[in-house]
């Protein structure tokens, strides 16, 4: 079978999982995300929920994403010719499991470019998180829970978010649902 063909099919079926789950893996089945979460775990004077550059930094992941993953492909494809992408090596990587003890999926939230690319489609994914009305508070229980420093009642499928279900089990009014939205009604 020709190369290119397994790439592009290859392409596609990344392409549909997204569409299918948006950032699901992230939050349910990413080993790194798991190693993140055991590392955070570990006892440390400070832990850091949120700083001055924290959402200018969550933009790098973006750029890793075209730099190490879009324009290579192009390349492969033979779209761009002579590029060559960088890899981070051990050193980054190491500061990463670092500082993951004292702020939540630091991985995740700057660098990870599966979680770009992924992020991209959790607004028209078809596996979906959504606020009952009537049932929540704004306690902010969700808020405090959630790895990704988002507001989950009022960002239900923002690009952040990482469908972990954290924001479900904290929630005391069982205000937060998530699930495949149907064909027929578009609701979940």
């Known amino acids: 079978m020709n190369t290119e063909i397994v790439k592009y099919i290859g392409l596609c079926a990344i392409v549909v999982w997204f569409i299918i789950t948006g950032r699901l893996f992230c939050g349910k089945a990413c080993p790194l995300g798991f190693i993140q979460d055991l590392l955070f775990k570990i006892p440390f004077w400070v832990k850091v929920q ?3 550059f924290d959402k ?6 973006y750029v890793h994403l075209l730099y190490n993953f879009v ?3 192009l390349a492969v494809f033979g779209i761009l010719k002579g590029f060559e992408a960088y890899e981070a090596g051990a050193p980054v990587y190491i500061v990463l499991a670092l500082i993951a003890v004292v702020i939540h999926r630091p991985f995740c ?3 990870c470019a599966i979680g770009a690319a992924s992020s991209l489609f959790n607004k028209i994914s078809w596996y979906r998180y959504k606020t009952l009305e009537g049932h929540c508070v704004e306690c902010g229980l969700c808020t405090k829970k959630c790895p990704m420093n ?3 009642y009022t960002m239900n ?3 952040e978010c990482i469908r972990c279900g954290m924001c479900k089990k904290t929630c005391r009014k069982n205000a937060l649902v998530s699930g495949f939205k149907t064909a ?4 979940l």
């Open 50 to 52: 949120t700083f001055a």
């Open 56 to 61: 200018p930094l969550r933009f790098f992941k």
């Open 71 to 73: 324009l290579p492909s």
């Open 109 to 111: 939230k700057y660098a």
């Open 150 to 152: 988002i507001v989950p």
């Open 157 to 159: 499928n923002a690009p």
């Open 184 to 187: 027929k009604t578009g609701q």
